[in-house]
Nanobody, 115 residues
Framework: QVQLVESGGGLVQAGGSLRLSCVASGFTFSAFAMRWYRQAPGKQRELVATISSVKTTVYTTSVEGRFTVSRDNTKNTVYLQMNSLKPEDAAVYYC?????????WGQGTQVTVSS
């Protein structure tokens, strides 16, 4: 079955960096687009970044130029490098794949940014 396991969250000061990882299993990782979402308290889940199977990337405007999504198909892992973090980036970050008409999610990893 599809499994997604995120890691790498934590507490960082504003202006700092974190790298999130998501290890996937249960499907042919290299063939599918992968996405990072985030959800802050009281807000809807927001799409942050997408990387296609051919490594084309798309970002939401608020993170453009600060975040970088990448993937290593040899490790079935997708990454989110987050630089110049702001307090408004604080959220639970989730890895996602849309596979056979269903969304799959990891358990999430908490990112806290202190000002």
């Amino acid at each position: 079955q599809v499994q997604l396991v995120e890691s790498g969250g934590g507490l960082v000061q504003a202006g700092g960096s974190l790298r999130l990882s998501c290890v996937a299993s249960g499907f042919t990782f290299s063939a599918f687009a992968m996405r990072w979402y985030r959800q802050a308290p009281g807000k809807q889940r927001e799409l942050v970044a997408t990387i296609s199977s051919v490594k084309t990337t798309v970002y939401t405007t608020s993170v453009e130029g600060r975040f970088t999504v990448s993937r290593d198909n040899t490790k079935n892992t997708v990454y989110l490098q987050m630089n110049s973090l702001k307090p408004e980036d604080a959220a639970v970050y989730y890895c996602n794949v849309y596979y056979w008409n269903k969304d799959y999610w990891g358990q999430g990893t908490q990112v806290t940014v202190s000002s």
